[in-house]
């Protein structure tokens, strides 16, 4: 593992001359070198790039709040160098002449972009099984799923290949494999960061956010991130508070609420029920009031996802024709529509295919209204659901995964089970809230995997839910483990 | 040859117009809307439909389109949205076209235009909304030759694009272009579009059908057909005529209604040319964009949108007849350019009578412009010396003919005032009674030939009296001598 494997420590280190940035970068690329070629967690690696910034930083040149600390960008961020993939054989070569602004923000704090990370191709997917490049493997144990779509993220970081890293989540593409990876991961409220440069997957739930060992990590991340674009017309012009100020205050009358559908879930791991139980116990601890809330409906969360998800989809992948540009059919071709359908066939992986098919139909005329118009009367309802809770308490507490790191291979063959993981992540997407998942655990058997907990607040009360984080990580040793492995 | 007979039929045409707006930038982002530049230099990321790139709405061309609304007399939503209308198409780089579909920015409108009988025939607008154009594809080289492949050419793609929809309300070809020659007026008037039809900037599509009654009294409807692209007024007319024909010879010769279906024109032919049948609607899956928020307009900027607008062509003219007393002709004149209409109001709130100003304006002024090139506005004209000089007029210090298109003339270049300038050309004319009295006594006391010959009858001698005070003293009004004189011999 890394000497200095967190954002605060690499920056302590760096500050007071303890370590260079370039040494910390090497030592990153030797960790990537020795573990990658098992886990798979970058599709792309800047060595020479990363050590001249990191030289830069070392000589003063470079400054900022991230200034010399490795990261890794999920592979569907854009960047100026190397490739923007999305996992994907469509944009397998693909090179934006342009940054998201997201990675120049990155890039201004001092921030060294090691490398692209692995997702499920173009986001699609809780495993980083689908991706076009082979699937990421988790540091915890490499029989299994690092979670996904950000898996390639979080096993970076879980593996000490990096000090921190970027996901992106639409459906829990973060929490899932923060959670399965045991790390911090915070999707933001929607419209808090830019997606300018995110490569869409579904635009209105799609958000970036940091993955990171600690609370504290995450805040420094989001500090950076954060912010009004006016080039993304759906970021808010709010301004954007110091998620760093206070951090360590605890929220005095702190008031929890358990969803009593949460609980009622099926499926949920007994293991992963037990850790939870615990977490809500050191809360209680701390001072905090349970209050219970409900939301009534959770139930259509997966449903109503599975509708507007693919809908938005399929027309954004709509633009990957082989004509302008991506992977364009070396087969002859009749026609244009052959050009289309045979570059999208072979460019696209099952999953985002299946996808395409399920959003293409659902918007067709006639079925509109018995689909996607349906799920955006459920979508005001889950909103409503939220609305209604956020009354009675400062965040809502629940698993961020019903289960822990499934095995390569478990799920993937039935998406409709693969589907079920994200039941406790997708209402925040759905209702553009802000939520985090903090390791709370690990299980007994067969092996120790991390377990998540996961928080969600009311739209645009990061500040409060780190704080609410913070009091437990305070109070618990588990964001101290790392995997053997690294 | 046949046993149909057409006991009289009606014609039904609705027009579908686009009107490329004149915006610096594109529609849903930075990057410059122009015409006539190399193929693909007008393009950027985001026109390119690059992964992850966002639109950004250009906020003028709402103002534009709204600036149209009003002037069709729409309803103008306090609400609207984006819509993605998708297709698949090379010239359309994100396969998806962002428009407008249930919440048109623009809807319920009526326009009047003039018929041919002189009465006011109104049409309604059923909607306007705002869209990005698509881009060219083109299917030879440079110079006509031959190619094996298509070569996309994005500089129009993403430009703003306004789809207005009228109801089929035309009943004559006439009536279809006089109301896409107003329009043209309309957005050259308001000035978010250059409205030039060879540059494409205003295309038509005329959809046709007709209601045809049998000799038993059966109504027949034929099928309507949509001509496409039709971008010059002469055109228009005559697809239009000709389709009209088409269809009812077609039901004549044969009893067929037709299909649903597009045609094109065929300028060399002059006929129009079946394209395709449109047996079924495409699905274009709209669903609202989600990286774009809603438009709201609410009530200040509408204001401020119609202060900016102010009056109308049609207004104004109308204002220009009823209120000012102006001819039809002189009031549709100055009223068709907002800004000779503007200078036309400025000089008359100077302080000068409007039908002086008006004459001014229309024989000098034109003269002035047509001679420097330059539309009637531009010439640098300023409202009050035109008033000074309408007034000198009026008040029978300068000849309104020669010597006044002299002053207005000497204006252009300096801005003193009119008085200063004709006494400086001495041009001015003395209305002084006893100058004129003297003059005629002078005359009188020098020549008393042409008197004896006038009072001995010769009518024609009192030119030649009148012609010889003035050349006594130059400068006097000849309207106030021949009364002077009159009066003398009287």
Not at chain 2, 232 to 239: D, I, N
Not at chain 2, 364 to 374: D, P, T, V, Y
Request: hydrophobic letters at 40%; aromatic letters at 8%; charged letters at 20%.
């Amino acid at each position: 593992m890394l000497a200095f494997d967190t954002i605060a420590d690499a920056i302590q280190a760096i500050r007071s001359k303890t370590i260079s940035s370039t040494q910390l970068v090497r030592y990153a690329l030797a960790q990537i070198d020795k573990l990658d070629p098992a886990i798979k967690a970058f599709n792309s690696v800047y060595p020479d790039q990363s050590l001249a910034r990191a030289k830069e930083v070392d000589a003063g040149r470079i400054t900022g709040p991230l200034a010399g600390v490795p990261i890794a960008l999920k592979d569907n961020i854009c960047t100026t160098f190397g490739t923007t993939t999305c996992s994907s054989k469509i944009l397998a070569n693909f090179r934006s002449p342009y940054a998201a602004t997201v990675a120049k923000k990155l890039e201004a704090a001092g921030a060294i972009i090691l490398g692209k990370t692995n997702l499920d191709e173009f986001a699609r997917g809780s495993s980083t099984e689908n991706s076009a490049f082979g699937p990421t493997r988790n540091p915890w144990d490499t029989a299994r799923v690092p979670g996904g779509s950000s898996g390639g993220s979080a096993a970076a970081l879980a593996a000490g290949m990096c000090c921190a890293s970027i996901g992106s989540d639409t459906g829990g593409s973060i929490r899932q494999p923060a959670s399965l990876c045991g790390l911090v991961g915070l999707k933001p409220t929607y419209g808090r960061v830019s997606r300018y440069g995110l490569v869409a997957y579904a635009s209105s739930l799609d958000q970036i956010g940091p993955l990171a060992w600690t609370v504290a990590d995450a805040a420094t991340l989001l500090n950076v991130i954060a912010g009004h674009d006016p080039n993304d017309s759906t970021s808010v012009p709010h301004p954007r508070p110091d998620y760093l100020a206070h951090l360590h205050q605890p929220i005095k009358g702190l008031r929890l609420g358990i969803a009593k559908e949460y609980q009622l879930a099926s499926g949920i791991d007994p293991q992963v029920k037990t850790a939870v139980a615990a977490a809500i116990k050191t809360y209680q601890a701390l001072g905090a009031q349970l209050v219970d809330v409900s939301l009534p409906h959770t139930e259509y969360g997966i449903a109503a996802y599975y509708i507007i998800a693919p809908c938005e989809a399929s027309s954004n992948l709509a633009r990957y024709d082989g004509v302008h540009f991506g992977h364009r059919t070396k087969e002859p071709v009749r026609d244009i529509i052959e050009l289309f359908s045979k570059s999208r066939a072979e460019g696209f992986g099952e999953e985002v295919q299946r996808r395409i098919m399920i959003g293409t139909y659902a918007l067709s005329s006639g079925y509109y209204d018995a689909y996607y118009l349906r799920a955006l009367k459920v979508r005001t309802l889950i909103r409503r659901d939220f609305d209604n809770a956020f009354t009675h308490c400062h965040a809502i507490l629940c698993p961020t995964s019903p289960v822990p790191a499934f095995a390569v291979g478990e799920k993937s063959a039935d998406p409709l089970q693969m589907y079920l993981v994200d039941v406790f992540t997708v209402t925040a997407n759905i209702a553009a809230i802000p939520g985090i998942s903090l390791p709370c655990g690990f299980t007994a058997a067969p092996k120790p995997l991390p377990i998540g907990l996961q928080l969600l607040g009311p739209a645009f009360t990061e500040q409060k839910l780190l704080r609410i984080a913070q009091m437990y990580e305070s109070a618990t040793p588990w964001h101290n483990h790392r995997p053997p492995l690294a | 040859m046949s046993d149909r007979i057409c006991k009289f039929y009606e014609v039904l045409v609705g027009l579908e117009i686009h009107i490329q707006l004149a915006t610096r930038s594109k529609m849903f982002t930075a990057a410059p809307n122009a015409f006539g530049q190399p193929p693909n230099s007008l393009v950027d990321p985001q026109v390119l439909g690059l992964p992850g790139v966002l639109p950004v709405m250009n906020k003028r061309a709402v103002e534009y389109s709204i600036k149209v609304g009003l002037a069709l007399g729409c309803q103008i939503a306090p609400f609207t949205k984006w819509d993605r209308k998708s297709y698949y198409y090379p010239d359309l780089p994100k396969n998806y076209q962002i428009s407008q579909y249930d919440l048109p920015l623009c809807s319920s409108g009526t326009f009047d235009i003039p018929d041919d009988d002189g009465s006011t025939k109104t049409i309604r607008i059923r909607r306007a909304h705002l869209e990005e154009d698509a881009g060219k594809l083109i299917h030879e080289a440079p110079g006509g030759h031959p190619i094996d492949y298509t070569i996309v050419d994005l500089n129009r793609a993403g430009t703003p694009l306004l789809e207005i929809v009228t109801e089929p309300d035309f009943t004559t070809p006439r009536q279809v272009t006089t109301f896409a020659q107003e329009l043209q007026k309309i957005v050259q008037y308001l000035g978010v579009s250059e409205g030039q039809m060879q540059m494409g900037h205003m295309r038509f599509e005329p959809n046709i059908n007709l209601h045809v009654t049998d000799q038993t009294g059966v109504v027949h409807r034929t099928a309507i057909t949509e001509i496409k692209n039709l971008n010059s007024f002469s055109v228009l007319e005559k697809a239009t005529a000709y389709e009209i024909q088409r269809q009812l010879h077609q039901w004549l010769e044969t009893g067929a209604l037709g299909q649903k279906s597009t045609y094109g024109w065929d300028d060399a032919r002059e006929i129009t040319v079946h394209q395709r049948d449109k047996e079924e609607a495409n699905d274009y899956r709209y669903f609202p964009d989600p990286d774009l928020v809603p438009v709201i307009v609410d009530d200040t900027w509408l204001a401020e949108l119609k202060r900016q607008i102010g009056e109308l062509p049609a207004a104004r003219r109308k204002r220009y007849v009823e209120s000012v007393g102006l001819s039809p002709v002189d009031a549709a004149t100055l009223a068709a350019d907002r800004h000779t209409g503007d200078l036309f109001d400025q000089s008359v709130a100077a302080g000068a009578a409007p039908k002086r100003v008006a004459t001014l304006l229309l024989s000098h002024g034109r003269r002035l412009a047509n001679e420097s090139g330059k539309p009637l506005a531009q010439l640098n004209l300023k409202p009050n010396r035109i008033a000074e000089l309408a007034n000198l007029i009026d008040q029978n210090k300068i000849a309104p003919a020669e010597p006044a298109g002299k002053v207005l003339e000497r204006l252009l270049q300096q801005d003193a005032p009119a008085e200063q300038i004709a006494s400086e050309l001495g041009l001015l004319q003395s209305s002084d009674t006893s100058a004129i009295e003297a003059a005629i006594e002078a005359l009188i006391a020098q020549n008393p030939k042409p008197l004896q010959d006038y009072k001995s009858g010769k009518q024609a001698a009192f030119g030649a009296l009148v012609g010889m005070v003035m050349k006594q003293a130059k400068g006097l009004n000849p309207k106030l001598v021949q009364e002077r004189l009159k009066q003398k011999l009287g």
